[in-house]
């Protein structure tokens, strides 16, 4: 498979050199140069495979040649270990639960099968500095899946302040090849001065960057596989109803996760509606209502890995539809909810059907109620991970000592080592450089 950037502006390339590249020169982002439609043979088996078994097929045609067939079976094998569970809330809507990774996030299943592509790609002797910003769940789950990986580094940059104290700790305490950076502004800003690192000169005469955000194609496109999963799950749960009859809710931050569920419609998966699913930054709602896509600064709030101004992926979703805004008007509905409701939510949920959602969760199964009743089909909210790494506010609402799963738990009381900087990129190229060092906490 090659792949073009969105701008058009850079020489298309490998899934190779995608993934080490992260991201192409003319600011773009990788996009697959053709989609492959698989059979209606592979649906029929859907409802029965293995996770493993489900990734293989899916992501084969995107990493051939670069990827021997025995390769990706082995990373598939080794990366889809843990369930995905879906589970039925109440009539009619159920839950796809992706926390149930080593970090206890969604994110877990990306950030490990992005470590194995470049384990298998990376050069030897010439050390890889894997760079990546994040809101809350990308930060944990690479760098648990970079954790002691032999000539790769981790950077992590993330808004000082701006996310939950279990996500920071997830991510400051680990040490080894992983350096956090705690940024003096917000999520869009760490952001940014990736993407500076990215087109500077001096850094690209220096050293080999890549990135670890959904930005990075083998981030993103694994992602697709647990909607194949999920979709499977509800067939075999209810064989009678139509095989199209489900909408898709996704809480979306940055749109990666948003992008990868279109994409496994474009292969052929039979879901005829998505949500993007937003907190008050609802720059894509807004887009989906008006057609006027119009970035904003970031708000926080309390669903903070969604506290995103300037989605990175959206321009994936664009270049998906042909930049038609009636056409993705026609499959994506748009959905945003301030805090209250989303606590009043989980309250409800959790008293009426013992069911506790985090957040970010609890603003797609929000879209569900709202748009279920004029779409007439089964809905699936992605709960993307699990309430306790949210147990400042869960507590709060709930008024319980939520309690942290074992995973969570191993971070507790260990020192944060963390570098701290202004949003300045000459400060980062200074950490990057090996001129700054960690502080402990």
């Known amino acids: 498979m090659r792949f073009y950037s969105t701008n058009c502006q850079a020489p298309e390339v490998s899934f190779k050199e995608a993934v080490i590249k992260g991201l192409p020169q003319d600011k773009g982002l990788f996009y697959p140069q053709t989609i492959p439609v698989l059979p209606a043979s592979f ?3 859907l409802p029965d495979m293995e996770l493993p078994e489900i990734a293989f097929e899916v992501l084969r045609a995107y990493t051939e040649p670069d990827l021997s067939a025995d390769q990706l079976q082995e990373i598939c094998q080794e990366v889809f270990t843990f369930p995905i569970p879906l589970v039925k809330v109440e009539n009619n809507t159920y839950s796809l639960e992706l926390f149930h990774g080593p970090t ?13 592509c470049l384990q298998a790609f990376a050069q030897k002797g010439k050390p890889l500095t894997v760079l990546v910003a994040t809101s809350g769940d990308t930060g944990s789950a690479v760098a648990n899946g970079f ?11 993330y808004p000082n302040g701006g996310v939950s104290e279990v996500q920071e ?3 400051t305490t680990l040490g080894q090849n992983i350096q956090a950076v705690a940024v003096e502004g917000v999520f869009d800003d760490c952001q940014a001065l990736v993407k500076q690192a990215f087109s500077d000169e001096e850094l690209a005469k220096n050293m080999q960057l890549s990135s670890a955000n959904s930005i990075n194609v083998a981030r993103w496109l694994p992602q697709m ?6 979709w499977g799950q509800w067939r075999k749960q209810n064989p009678d109803q139509q095989q199209d009859e489900v909408t898709i809710a996704v809480p979306s931050g940055n749109f990666g996760n948003l992008a990868a569920g279109l994409l496994a419609r474009e292969m052929g998966l039979p879901v005829k509606y998505y949500i993007a699913a937003t907190n008050r930054n609802k720059v894509v709602p807004d887009y989906l209502e008006s057609g006027n896509y119009t970035p904003a600064p970031s708000v926080a709030t309390i669903a903070n890995a969604m506290d995103v101004g300037a989605p990175n992926n959206f321009p994936r979703i664009l270049e998906m539809f042909q930049q038609n805004h009636i056409s993705v008007q026609q499959v994506v509905k748009g959905f945003w909810v301030d805090d209250e409701k989303v606590k009043t939510v989980i309250q409800e949920v959790n008293d009426e059907q013992n069911y506790l959602l985090d957040p970010h969760g609890a603003i797609a199964y929000l879209s569900l109620k709202q748009y279920l009743p004029s779409l007439q089909t089964a809905g699936i909210f992605l709960e993307t991970a699990h309430p306790a790494k949210f147990k400042g506010s869960i507590d709060e609402i709930l008024g319980t000592d939520t309690p942290l799963p074992e995973q969570l738990q191993a971070f507790l009381n260990k020192p944060k080592q963390v570098i701290n900087i202004k949003n300045d990129f000459s400060e980062l190229a200074a950490v990057l450089q090996g001129n700054l060092s960690p502080s402990l906490s």
């Not at 206890?104 to 194995?116: H, L, W």
């Not at 596989?225 to 999920?230: E, G, I, S």
Request: with cysteine; charged share 20%; hydrophobic share 55%.
């Open 43 to 45: 649906f029929e088996a």
């Open 104 to 116: 206890c996030a969604f994110k877990d299943v990306g950030a490990r099968f992005m470590s194995r």
């Open 147 to 157: 954790l002691g990986v032999e000539n790769i580094e981790v950077v992590i940059l």
């Open 169 to 171: 700790m997830q991510f």
């Open 225 to 230: 596989v647990y909607y194949f999963h999920a």
